[in-house]
């Protein structure tokens, strides 16, 4: 069933495109890309298109399989692969049949006999015929959402019905058992996936507001049983189109994929409700790295060295999962307590995709100076965006500015798509030349040429002697990060390019976005009431950072 259909939204024949790759992915290796253990958590699944290529199941599948099923699988309609497309991909044309006939897919045999899915497509069959009957423009009528409430109040019931059976089938042993090939059957959200009768209100209290963003409130909050603090992003949904859905639950089954894994911040529990959408995180306490470094009493290169390990082992983590975060940057890297310098996180999910494919994500997003420059240009991206913001961070970490600032945003952006910078020789002075390795290959502008996640943590600056580290004293950075941190922060500000040809840069605030969109006010404050010119504030998004990079540019040349 496509989304369209479950947001009751008009559709048209897409619709069946999107069946063709739901049955195309179990024809290659015999079960559903979507499954869950509720029609509400599958539901969710599919509205996001939160299904994932299981390395063990699909090895032995060409990549133009996974292009076609992905280009069907798409949630947007309007940039779905629709019949001619599908027919003219490198699946049917370009790839040899004798070369598909060495591609033994028997274990898909085995691995459907284990869906039994004459049993689980009777419940879909039920399913798909309310809806294709539902009256969705009936006001008076039951809703989706309430038609899905009764369905789930029908499982809890058999749940726990079944629970005293003679089998001693349980709720969970059954979730075992239809769970997708390679994922655990435990989601985050256990408590409303059992019980969806509860509501946030009644598990959480929220407490202190933190910040609002555009479309976003990030509170401070408690769990009642327990009393443990938590920070909660409301997003109101009144103002929200069903297509916005999408881009929630995408951040949401990406932090579910992320869950348990050291480095990234944790999603607790997730509800939808009627008027809003509730992400329930971790309590970050500790601030980002900008706030730590600056209160340090003494700033090493070994201190850098470290983040940047962390800042690796993250990303190398999210990528195994196959998922690109796409803003990394020093807002995004927040610390679990105030007393701990240690405890590193990598968090705000709100750009981050599953790469199917490589070079198969086409989205424009990102925060301009920390943005690579295959992103700018327009062109197919994949994981490798990250390593290129990795290694603006580490450039920033090591002098305390970015390696590419100029007054206009047309002059920065092609200074980022032709890799134009260089180390100001009195500020690299005292950093090690391996250090400059790193950070060389990693801002490599041609993505095939960039150091890959294995090579930098392989490289001699990552695995060098901590005492020699030690040694190098990096408080001239400190102090160049103490002065210019208001306007680093205003230029963190991440953008989604629109319109038809997606050239338009437009202002998209996440959970990092807000705490820059404060500090940005205070300097628009300050500099409306400056008498020069180049302090003055202009109405255009690109003019304003502009005004701000020039700001932020340091006065040292080489």
Not at 63 to 90: E, F, H, Y
Not at 415 to 439: C, H, P
Not at 519 to 526: G, M, N, Q
């Amino acid at each position: 069933m496509a989304p369209e259909i479950l947001l009751s939204v008009p559709y048209n024949v897409s619709v069946d495109l999107w069946s063709i790759g739901c049955l195309l992915y179990m024809l290659i290796v015999g079960y559903p890309p979507f499954q869950a253990t509720n029609h509400r958590e599958l539901f969710r699944k599919v509205r996001s298109a939160d299904f994932i290529f299981h390395e063990k199941y699909w090895k032995n599948v060409s990549v133009a399989a996974k292009q076609l099923i992905s280009g069907l699988l798409t949630v947007n309609s309007t940039i779905r692969w629709n019949a001619t497309t599908a027919l003219q991909c490198d699946w049917f044309i370009k790839v040899p049949g004798d070369r598909l006939s060495e591609n033994d897919l028997s274990g898909s045999i085995s691995e459907m006999r284990k869906f039994r899915p004459v049993r689980k497509w009777k419940s879909i069959v039920k399913a798909v015929g309310w809806c294709s009957m539902a009256p969705f423009w009936n006001p008076d009528a039951i809703s989706f959402s309430q038609q899905l409430t009764d369905w789930d109040k029908k499982l809890v019931g058999s749940n726990e019905q079944d629970a005293g059976t003679a089998d001693g089938v349980t709720a969970t042993t059954t979730a075992s058992a239809t769970t997708t090939p390679g994922q655990s059957a435990t989601s985050c959200n256990s408590v409303v996936s059992k019980h969806p009768r509860i509501k946030f209100a009644d598990v959480y209290e929220l407490k202190t507001k933190l910040r609002k963003g555009s479309y976003a409130t990030v509170w401070e909050g408690i769990h009642k049983q327990s009393e443990q603090i938590i920070a909660v992003k409301v997003i109101e949904r009144k103002d929200l189109q069903p297509k916005d859905d999408e881009a929630v639950l995408n951040e949401v089954a990406t932090m579910q994929s992320l869950a348990g894994f050291k480095y990234t911040v944790q999603l607790v529990d997730f509800y939808e409700e009627d008027d809003y959408f509730y992400l329930v995180m971790e309590y970050m306490a500790g601030g980002d790295v900008f706030d730590r470094i600056v209160k340090m009493t003494t700033y090493t290169e070994k201190d850098a060295r470290d983040l940047t390990l962390v800042l690796l082992k993250a990303v190398n983590s999210m990528h195994k999962e196959g998922i690109a975060h796409r803003d990394i940057k020093p807002q995004n890297l927040m610390l679990s307590s105030k007393e701990d310098n240690a405890s590193i996180k990598v968090g705000d999910f709100g750009f981050a995709r599953r790469v199917h494919t490589p070079s198969s994500l086409t989205t424009r997003v990102g925060t301009p100076t920390y943005v690579a420059p295959e992103i700018l240009k327009n062109m197919p991206h994949d994981q490798r965006v990250d390593l290129w913001s990795i290694g603006v961070v580490v450039f920033v970490l090591l002098v305390g500015y970015p390696p590419f600032l100029e007054e206009k945003q047309a002059d920065l952006f092609l200074k980022i798509r032709t890799g134009d910078f260089s180390f100001v020789k009195n500020d690299w002075l005292q950093v090690s030349e391996d250090a400059k390795d790193l950070i060389k290959g990693l801002l490599k502008t041609d993505p095939k040429e960039r150091w890959s996640l294995e090579e930098a943590l392989r490289c001699k600056w990552i695995n060098q002697d901590p005492d020699q580290l030690s040694s190098i004293d990096l408080g001239e950075s400190v102090r160049s990060l103490k002065e210019r941190r208001g306007r680093l922060r205003s230029l963190a500000r991440a953008f989604m390019w629109m319109g038809k040809d997606n050239t338009k840069p437009v202002e998209v605030k996440t959970q990092a976005q807000d705490l820059a969109s404060q500090a940005f006010e205070k300097l628009k404050a300050a500099s409306t009431s400056a008498a020069t010119s180049t302090a003055s504030v202009v109405s255009s998004t690109a003019e304003t950072v502009a005004t701000t990079v020039k700001q932020a540019i340091p006065t040292k040349k080489p």
